[in-house]
Nanobody
Framework: QVQLVESGGGLVQAGGSLRLSCAAS????????MGWYRQAPEKQRELVAT???????NYADSAKGRFTISRDNAKNTVYLQMNSLQPEDTAIYYC???????????????WGQGTQVTVSS
């Protein structure tokens, strides 16, 4: 099993910044991807950014140029630096981890509890 604990959410004014952290523990495969997703009220959960164990990154168009994802493999922790925040970024941000079995390519998904980010105008 894998446990994910997020931190760093809060209330910020438009144009401000926040840094989210997610610490993973448990059985983490050498081939894995960690990422951030968000869900606004009455909307579906959407990708924000992901980063693989090899540090390949992927961003949603809405995050490009404003958000930066990074990870510390030694600490099994992923970060999301969010700059130039706007009210439309208001959502619950969830940390996700995907373990991939190298031999079978079976994938296992895990989610954190989420952290609220609120951006006031």
């Amino acid at each position: 099993q894998v446990q994910l604990v997020e931190s760093g959410g809060g209330l910020v004014q438009a144009g401000g910044s926040l840094r989210l952290s997610c610490a993973a523990s448990g059985r983490i495969f050498s081939m894995n991807s960690m990422g951030w997703y968000r869900q606004a009220p009455e909307k579906q959960r959407e990708l924000v950014a992901t980063i693989t164990s090899g540090r390949n990154t992927n961003y949603a168009d809405s995050a490009k140029g404003r958000f930066t994802i990074s990870r510390d493999n030694a600490k099994n922790t992923v970060y999301l630096q969010m700059n130039s925040l706007q009210p439309e970024d208001t959502a619950i941000y969830y940390c996700g981890l995907k373990n991939t079995d190298r031999s079978t390519r079976v994938e296992y998904y895990y989610w954190g509890q989420g952290t609220q980010v609120t951006v006031s105008s």
